[in-house]
T-cell receptor
Framework: NAGVTQTPKFQVLKTGQSMTLQCAQD?????MSWYRQDPGMGLRLIHY???????DQGEVPNGYNVSRSTTEDFPLRLLSAAPSQTSVYFC???????????????FGSGTRLTVV | RKEVEQDPGPFNVPEGATVAFNCTYS??????FFWYRQDCRKEPKLLMS???SGNEDGRFTAQLNRASQYISLLIRDSKLSDSATYLC?????????????FGTGTKLQVIP
């Protein structure tokens, strides 16, 4: 059982380049999300999806796009990388457990992105 | 006031000690609460959910105080392997089951 798989683990980009961070889960979770984690700022939500074909913006969506064509995959695209996007990116997934809550998030192992 | 607040620490405790962290939340309508642990340069991992009646898992006990709007995590008989950052997570009412706010974490260092 792989859980949530993120690739790549490390990436260095030049300003203006684009790239896609991959995220796949094999737990049939309906909810998937992307977070970035910066020192002193905690985890901030970039984009999320509550099911295939449905996506929405989080707190810090600018400069990122997502799509959810299948339940399993939720790629994050950086359109034109900027140094401010240097961060650690985590993909997370979960499913509802009823009564307005969920089972807790399962996180991928993260992507450390540096934009120079 | 921040939605979720945690003392960043670090809490430096000797092996075998008991340590407790609190996490305060601002929205009294919040219904679900979690504790995660995050090791250095790793992903957060779910430690436990926090129920109204409290929750215990081995050396770890989580409690909810609705009147004062905080959750707590108690670790008994601390081990070196407990050294990590502990994140509290609180749901955002009215936003769907998935909408949560993460605290910035409390760092614990267990000393030999």
């Amino acid at each position: 059982n792989a859980g949530v798989t993120q690739t790549p683990k490390f990436q260095v980009l030049k300003t203006g380049q684009s790239m896609t961070l991959q995220c796949a889960q094999d737990m049939n979770h309906e909810y998937m999300s992307w977070y970035r984690q910066d020192p002193g700022m905690g985890l901030r939500l970039i984009h999320y999806s509550v099911g295939a074909g449905i996506t929405d913006q989080g707190e810090v969506p600018n400069g990122y796009n997502v799509s959810r064509s299948t339940t399993e995959d939720f790629p994050l695209r950086l359109l034109s990388a900027a140094p401010s996007q240097t961060s650690v990116y985590f993909c997370a997934s979960t499913s509802p457990s009823g009564q307005g809550t969920h089972y807790g998030y399962t996180f991928g192992s993260g992507t450390r992105l540096t934009v120079v | 006031r921040k939605e979720v607040e945690q003392d960043p620490g670090p809490f430096n405790v000797p092996e075998g000690a008991t340590v407790a962290f609190n996490c305060t939340y601002s929205n009294s309508a919040s219904q679900s609460f979690f504790w995660y642990r995050q090791d250095c340069r790793k992903e957060p991992k779910l430690l436990m959910s926090v129920y109204s009646s409290g929750n215990e898992d081995g050396r770890f006990t989580a409690q909810l105080n609705r009147a004062s709007q905080y959750i707590s995590l108690l670790i008994r008989d601390s081990k070196l392997s407990d050294s990590a950052t502990y994140l509290c997570v609180v749901n955002r009412p009215g936003g769907g089951y998935q909408k949560v706010t993460f605290g910035t974490g409390t760092k614990l260092q267990v000393i030999p």
